[in-house]
């Protein structure tokens, strides 16, 4: 049985954590049905919230305890002003957060039906993130420092990416959403993947991910998930909730996982705390709204 030994938040022997990745803003609606093609539906429940794949995994390590650095592009717009606002406002260092002129900011439109949602993204000023971003906030990292990825913005910047931080020393996490197999040659680089199953499929399987990284976490939906060595695998379920909404459950779990590893705990229970963390934001609506406080999970692992 797992089992945590956290008197807070914070300790002083804390490594850093660096996000690389996007930074959008979600329009948000509520549906009864998904329309048919030509159809015109009344749905409820609309509101603008603060996302992107990076954002999300970022304000999560920071609001479950990381001290957090945060790399991406945005545009010259209100949208974009208004996201590194709110980074700002949870303790993340934006220094690294690109404003991109004439570019607007990532959009997300999010339809949720019965709990689940579908996404689709305009990527914006997330395809102008280079190499230089990277560098520029890499100059900030240490050994030992924890680095979380994902696959929102060019992929050949996302791999380079990975390859530094891996070449720095940092311990290298990628989450691979939405998957692109053209991240495979990369995964070398990579000390922990974590997909769900539907993209560790599209990625080659479980067997030719680890052929990549020693350890995957699968997240599992609604039954958990489940870490996968060479040497086997364990599965761990999931808290049981009213599911709300599941927007950026993943992206909570990864950021709990990260702001865990900083603090020097054991893959497997940093997991736990970050699938505890994901359970309660399913329970709420909204990505960045629903991200839960450290002390909220430390409430539920009690």
Same mark, same amino acid.
Not at 113 to 119: T, V
Not at 212 to 223: A, N, R
């Given at each position: ?78 949208? @974009?002003?208004?996201? !590194?606002?709110?980074?700002? #406002? *949870? ?5 690294? +957060?690109? &404003? %991109? ?122 039954? @958990?998930?489940?870490? !996968?060595?060479?040497?086997? #695998? *364990? ?5 049981? +909730?009213? &599911? %709300? ?58």
């Amino acid at each position: 049985m797992l089992t945590f030994s956290v008197s807070g938040p914070r300790n002083n022997n804390m490594k850093n954590v660096f996000v690389v990745g996007s930074i959008n803003t979600d329009l948000v609606i509520s549906t009864p049905y998904m329309p048919k093609a030509g159809e015109t539906l009344t749905g409820s429940g609309f509101f603008t919230a603060h996302g992107g794949k990076g954002a999300n995994q970022a304000v999560a390590a920071a609001r479950l305890g990381g001290t957090v650095f945060m790399c991406g592009c945005v545009g010259d717009d209100d949208f @974009g002003t208004s996201a !590194v606002r709110s980074l700002e #406002e *949870e303790g993340i260092d934006v220094s690294s +957060v690109r &404003v %991109v002129p004439g570019i607007p900011t990532g959009i997300a439109v999010i339809v949720i039906e019965n709990g689940d949602n579908r996404i689709i993204l305009d990527k914006g000023a997330n395809a102008c993130l280079t190499t230089e971003d990277i560098d520029r906030m890499l100059e900030k990292a240490e050994k030992g420092d924890v680095y979380l990825t994902q696959l929102e913005n060019p992929i050949e910047v996302i791999g380079y990416g990975l390859k530094k931080a891996k070449e720095k020393g940092l311990f290298v996490v990628l989450n691979p959403a939405p998957a692109n197999a053209e991240i495979l040659p990369y995964l070398q680089y990579c000390d922990l993947i974590t997909p769900n199953e539907t993209e560790a499929d599209l990625l080659g399987g479980e067997e030719h991910l680890l052929s990549f990284s020693d350890t995957l976490l699968v997240t599992l939906g609604g039954k @958990g998930f489940k870490i !996968v060595t060479r040497d086997g #695998e *364990e599965t761990y379920p999931c808290m049981k +909730v009213p &599911v %709300v909404d599941t927007t950026a459950a993943g992206d909570t779990l990864c950021g709990g996982l990260v702001a865990r590893l900083s603090a020097g705990d054991l893959i497997e229970t940093a997991s736990v705390f970050g699938s505890r963390a994901a359970s309660i934001a399913c329970t709420r609506k909204g990505a960045q709204p629903s991200i839960p406080s450290f002390n909220e999970v430390m409430s539920c692992m009690r």
